[in-house]
């Protein structure tokens, strides 16, 4: 039986299989194509702006965006904790530093009173974080930005579908970068894309996209296998004997299927397929998935409500929804003293595979935060959450009766935690 589970390619439907298979048989149409041309015309029509310029990642549109700004070395980048060494790396490999700011306890998203104390003479850059596609007050981030002379980019990698007083998140900034790797909110298994609507920025962006190249046939092959085996290998025999989960395993060791975060990058290092450009059998993909993002938001939005609606009046303190900001609901996050042993049991005694976006301020748990320029007690805020804080899954492979199994684990989890503390 597949387990319920929050990642191991969440939004992939039969129609995506079948067009990865399809794929995988033409390695001739792997590298370039119309549809990397068609998704970056789609996504910039989408989003109302001049330029959307695809990559391999959401790193790889990063690295091109901080480029493109010719900053001079060692400038300062602020960016919230509580995210993901992806969203660091890219600043380390083009030579500038980050500092990172608290996030606020509420919204998951940048403290703004950590945010101006942390301000200096070398700070160039403002990176704002929609942390699971919650929007963040851009109306302050961008009057906070103007005040010092700040350049704003937006990480989008949770937030495609949000909006911020009616104006979709990634056109607010001078730039803004947006993810579709195997666990957002459409999925090309690995791919990115840059944003903008400066007419000099965009130029850079393109001629920086040539300079990048296409990944190899191997890596491409990689991602292509990913949904394939996942599907029909991997997660239905995910907790029998735990043999898919050692399948999984042997697979990423041996370099048959590609990890979400490599080794070197937790501990600084750039891996060697980034910074590339995005081939053209992930934006078919992507193409494919980015037809089905109303629907996909529509049930996203049936789950929560449902979540919403079980879950008030329990122990689990839910996300708030603030007046003005559409969340596209990437994770639906919760707070409980103790999230950590809450996501053991779920997967132990259940089967369920809830989520842990972020264990740390900086994830993934095995990350050498020194080695990212990450001091302990900096965000103590961030540190607080990562202790707290466990995520729900929304996708479109979470069905109304498979949420409502795991509404009944955590409502007899807290009855079990009230009874043991009489």
Known sequence: MKPISISLTPNTEKDDIRLALGLILQPWKWKKGRAIGDFENQLRGYLGVRFAVSFNSGRSALMAILRSFNLPADSEVLLQSFTCVAAVSPIIWEGLKPIYVDCDKESFNMDLVDLRAKISPRTRVLMVQHTFGLPCDMEAVLGIAKQ????VIEDCAHALDASYNGQKVG???KASFFSFSRDKIISSVYGGMAVTDDEEIGRRLKELQKDFGYPSFFWIFQQLLHPLLMNFVILPVYNFLDLGKIFLVLSQWFGILSKAVHWKEKIGKRPSYFPERLPYALAALAQNQFKKLDRFYNHRREIVDL????????AFELPKEFPGRKNSFLRFTIKHPKAHEIIYEAWHKQ???VGDWYMKPVVPIDTDLESIGYKIGCCPNAEKLAKITLNLPTHINISVQDARKII???????HHNKRDRK
């Open 148 to 151: 010092s002379n700040l350049i």
């Open 171 to 173: 056109t607010f900034g």
């Open 307 to 314: 979540y919403f609606k079980e879950l008030q009046n329990t």
């Open 351 to 353: 089967n369920i595979l």
């Open 408 to 414: 009944n684990f955590l409502k007899e989890y807290e």
